[in-house]
C-alpha cells in the first residue's frame, strides 16, 4: 500500500474537525431560526387573538354576526392579509369565521378546545390540511368574561408557515453551497500551510539521505526558530556528532590494532629470514625461536585483551556477583608480585585492613589488580617502592597501588585508560606495553559501579585509586 504523506493526514484531519464544527454551526443556527421565525409567528397571532377577543365580536361567541369582516377590518385598522379568525362556544361550534377559510378545511379539534376551556390557557396548533409544504399554524386563545375570569369561548387565529417553510429552505440552499465551498478552501488553505510547516522536514530528510560513512561531517542546518523541527534538525545533529566519534574511535582502534600487530610479524619476519639465510649454529637457532615466542607470546596477549574489550563492548562477558574477600585475593597476588619486585630490586609494601566484603566477579577483580601491579613495576625503576594499601571508605572500599616511579604528565592522564594509549611510546613498549591493560581496568571498575581516580606527578610516582561499592547491586 502506498504510504500517505503526514501533508495529505494532516489536512484531511483538518478538513474532517472543520467539517464536523462547521455542520453543528449550520444545524445549530438552522434550529435556531426556525424557533425564533416561529416564535415571532406565535407572538403575532397572540396578540391579535387577544385584541379580538376583547372586543364585542366575541361578546357572544356562536353567533356570527352579519358583518364580521367589516368589524374586524375596523380593529386592525386594515384587513389583516393571510389570517384567518374564527370565534368558537365553549362546545368548539364555530360562531363566526373569515371568508378565507372553508369550515371544513381545518376542522376543529374539540378535544383541544375543550382543554383550552378547561384550562383557561393558550394552545398552539399545526396543521397541514393543504399538503406537507402548507402548514396552518393557529391560536387557540380562551375568551374571558370583562368581570371575573369566566371562560366564555375560544378565538381561533391562524396563518400559513408557508413563509418560514420558505425561508427555512432557502437557508438549506445558503447551506449546501456554502458548506461544500468552505470545505473546499480550508482543504486548499491546509494543504499550503501543512506543505509550509513541513517543508523544513523535507530539507531534513533530503540532507540526511545524502550522508553516509565518507560524509559523516555533514550537518542539517538548524532552523533559526526553536520549535520542534529545529529540535529535530539539532537532536538529528546530535546524533551525528556521535555516530562520527564513534567511527573515528573503531578507525583509530582499528588502526592501532594492526599497527601493534605488525610490530611483532616485522620484527619476526626479520628475525626468521635472517636465521633462513644460511647455516646456523644450533645455538642460534635456539635464539632465534626463543625470540619469535616472546613475539607470538606478545601477539597472542594483544589478541586475548581486545577480545574481551570487544566482547565487553558487545556486553557479552559476563560478570559473576559473588562475595569477594579483597583482603585474601590481595595477599595472594602480594606474594606473586614480590618475586617480580624484588628482580627489579623495587621495595613493595602493603597495607591491607579487614575490609567490608565485596560483591563482584573474582577473576575479573584479580585481573584488574594485576594490570595496576604490572604497571606499577613496569613504570617504576629500581631501587623505587611500591604500596598496596586496602581500606574502608564512605562508598565502599578503596584499594590504591601507589609508586615512586615515572609519573604521568598531566595532559595524558584523562587519555590513559584509551585503547592503545601510552603515555610515552616507545619506553612503554620496550617494556612490552601495548596500552590496553589500563581499558581493561576501566571496563572491570564500571562493571562493578566503582570509580578510578589516578594522580601523579612526573618524576615522582602515581597513585591509583579504585572504589567498589559494598552493597549487593552490581
Ligand atoms: N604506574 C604508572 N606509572 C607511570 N605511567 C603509567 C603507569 N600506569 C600506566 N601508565 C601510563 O599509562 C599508559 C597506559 O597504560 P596501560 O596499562 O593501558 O598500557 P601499557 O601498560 O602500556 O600496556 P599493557 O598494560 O596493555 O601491557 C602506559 O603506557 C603508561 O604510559
Ligand atoms: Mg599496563
Redesign the pocket.
Known sequence: MRPVSIRVKLTAWYVLVFGVVLACFCISIYVMMESKLLHSVDRRLQTMAELISKTELCAVPNFLPPDFERRLNRIFGTRPVGKFVRVLDLSGEIGSRTDNIDEDKIPVNKDLVREVVAKGEIIYETQTPLGPDMPIRFINFPVKSFKGNKIRGVVQVGTSLGFVRESMRNLLVVFFLLVPTLLFVAAVVGIFLAGKALKPLREIARTTRHITVNNLEERITVPVARDDVGQLASTINGMLDRLSLSFQKINQFTADASHELRTPLTIMRGELEIALRGERTPEEYLETLGSSLEEVERMS?IVN?LLLLSKSDMGQEVMHRDPVDLCVLLTNLLSHFRILADEQRIQLSSDLDEVETVFGDQLRLRQLMV??L???I???PAEGKINLALKNVESGVEIS?A?T????PAE?IPR??DRF?????A??RQ?????????I?KWIVNAHQGTIKVD?VVGE??V?RVVLPTEKKI
Open positions: 596477549r585483551d594490570n595496576l604490572t604497571n606499577a613496569r613504570y617504576t597501588v609508586d616511579g615515572i609519573g604521568i595524558d590513559i585508560f594509549y601510552r603515555a610515552d611510546k619506553r612503554s617494556y612490552g606495553g601495548s596500552g590496553l591493560g589500563l581499558s581496568v601523579s610516582g602515581s591509583f
